[in-house]
């Protein structure tokens, strides 16, 4: 069982940036592809970027060019880099972990993942 716990958020003004942080425990990310998701109040779920476990391939959703995620499978942890940050950014981020046998491979449904994080707040303000 691994334990993801994101941290980072807060809240920053519209054009600012943030770097979440997601901690794994309980075992090794390093077969896992990384994910993460947000869901803004009143919204489904979203997908904003995943790595695979190589960290050879990444895939993002609409952030593409704002965001960066990365990885260091020694340290058991995944990030992501989000710069000019809008308003429509605001929500809760979470962090996921699916396991996979391919070193390239992403996924972008919610419903792939195994494992969640509880959640990280991020406010940007107009």
């Known amino acids: 069982q691994v334990l993801l716990v994101e941290s980072g958020g807060g809240l920053v003004q519209a054009g600012g940036s943030l770097r979440l942080s997601c901690t794994a425990s309980g075992g090794t990310i390093s077969r896992y592809c990384m994910g993460w998701f947000r869901q803004a109040p009143g919204k489904e779920r979203e997908f904003v970027a995943a790595?695979?476990?190589?960290?050879?391939?990444r895939d993002y959703g609409s952030v593409k060019g704002r965001f960066t995620i990365s990885r260091d499978n020694a340290k058991n942890t995944v990030s992501l880099v989000m710069n000019s940050l809008k308003p429509e950014d605001t929500a809760v981020y979470y962090c996921?972990?699916?396991?996979?046998?391919?070193?390239?491979?992403?996924?972008?449904?919610?419903?792939?993942?195994?494992?969640w994080g509880q959640g990280t707040q991020v406010t940007v303000s107009s």
């Open positions: 790595i695979s476990w190589s960290g050879g391939s």
């Open positions: 996921a972990a699916k396991t996979t046998y391919y070193a390239g491979q992403t996924f972008r449904k919610e419903d792939e993942y195994e494992y």
